[in-house]
Each structure stands twice: as structure tokens, then as C-alpha cells.
């Protein structure tokens, strides 16, 4: 996963993730990851429409998201 996440960062990749936030709801975002350190993520995420901190620790799964927009359009 960290290397989806730096390529995220180098080419502005959008991705998405499912993430658990603090009360244990998990929720599903569209970020582009901004910077790393060893313990968050941070970006920009296009549900909340401003830079947020995400927990590695919380970050259930990631992918890019035009594997959603491929597998989504009609046949």
C-alpha cells in the first residue's frame, strides 16, 4: 500500500480509500495524497473538500480510483 500512496503523491493520483475512523465507522474517500510521514497520510480529500490527516494504522484498503470509474461504466 505505501507504494500506491507514493505514487499518489508523485503523480497527483487520485485514489480511494476505506478508512475506520475514531468511533469505528468506516467510510470510503477520494483523496490525493499530499505528503507521508510514518504514521499518516496527508491529502486532499474531495469528500470533505479540504487537506486532512489520515492514520495508516485506520487505512483499511486503497486503490486507484479509475479502477472504480472502469469497472462502474456500463458494458
Not at 23 to 37: H, P, Q
Not at 46 to 60: E, G, P, W
Amino acid at each position: 500500500m505505501n507504494a500506491l500512496l507514493l505514487r499518489s503523491q508523485r503523480e497527483n493520483l487520485p485514489l480511494v480509500i476505506m478508512y475506520q475512523a475514531q468511533d469505528g465507522t468506516i467510510t470510503r474517500r477520494n483523496i490525493v495524497v499530499k505528503s507521508l510521514s510514518s504514521s499518516a497520510v496527508y491529502a486532499y480529500c474531495f469528500y470533505r473538500k479540504q487537506n486532512r490527516r489520515f492514520l495508516l494504522s485506520n487505512i483499511l484498503a486503497a486503490y486507484p480510483a479509475s479502477i472504480l470509474r472502469r469497472n462502474s461504466q456500463p458494458a
